[in-house]
């Protein structure tokens, strides 16, 4: 699962950002609302986690834009003690939860899980597709009831095709999600290729079908069908 945290401060967007890595997210950082502006352009996240007040702009304005440009997107808003006005106004613009400084990071990654629950899986706590299960808050695999051991990449690229099922997924697309924006700095998305195969491997070994489709040219797609 992807995340954008957007906060001006740094040591608590830093220590926020080593937190929800070390629960299993990619994150991206955004110390401004004009770096968060640029990255919501290119990118695509799971959820963001939006600090409302930020030294170049109003994050209400950037929620507006994201709505627009990404409505499935989870937002949690970031608000200061007293600011319940801003706490209604973006709720009312389409967030989906929001929780006051200071907060403790058990919460947070508690409520972020939450919204991409509601948001991704319908607010089940496990996707299933078949004989496959996933369950995202014990970074789980079962396949036919049988647990499966993946590396944390393998683990991520089954959570991306499973939940964007049916869909045609290009190489980049599957890079910049899993290793986040730093892999602008890759010549090549060749390495993909070995993750894939090494997941692929693992669930055959316990499931009946290869739902994992190579589309020649472009990239994968996750189907029965």
């Not at 058990?106 to 299960?133: K, Q, T």
């Amino acid at each position: 699962m992807k995340i954008l945290l957007v906060e001006d401060e740094l040591n608590l967007l830093h220590t926020t950002s080593a937190f929800l890595r070390h629960e299993g997210f990619t994150c991206e950082e955004a110390a401004s609302y004009s770096i968060a502006e640029d990255k919501l352009v290119v990118y695509q996240y799971d959820a963001v986690i939006l600090d409302i007040t930020l030294p170049d702009g109003n994050g209400l304005d950037l929620l507006k834009k994201l709505k627009e440009k990404q409505p499935d997107t989870g937002i949690l808003i970031v608000s200061a003690r007293n600011s319940l006005d801003d706490k209604l106004k973006g709720l009312d613009l389409g967030a989906d939860d929001y929780i006051t400084k200071p907060f403790f990071m058990a919460e947070l990654n508690s409520r972020v899980n939450a919204i991409i629950r509601r948001r991704r899986f319908n607010g089940n706590s496990s996707i299933i597709f078949n004989e496959i299960e996933i369950i995202p808050d014990a970074m789980q695999v079962k396949v036919q009831d049988k647990s499966i051991e993946l590396t944390k990449k393998e683990y991520d690229l089954l959570l991306y095709f499973v939940t964007n099922k049916h869909r045609v997924l290009t190489k980049e697309s599957i890079a910049e999600h899993i290793w986040g924006d730093s892999i602008d700095l890759v010549d090549s998305f060749d390495f993909i290729y070995t993750h894939i195969k090494n997941l692929r491997r693992k669930v055959l070994q316990e499931c009946s079908s290869d739902y994992l489709q190579s589309i020649y040219g472009v990239g994968y797609k996750f189907t029965d069908r």
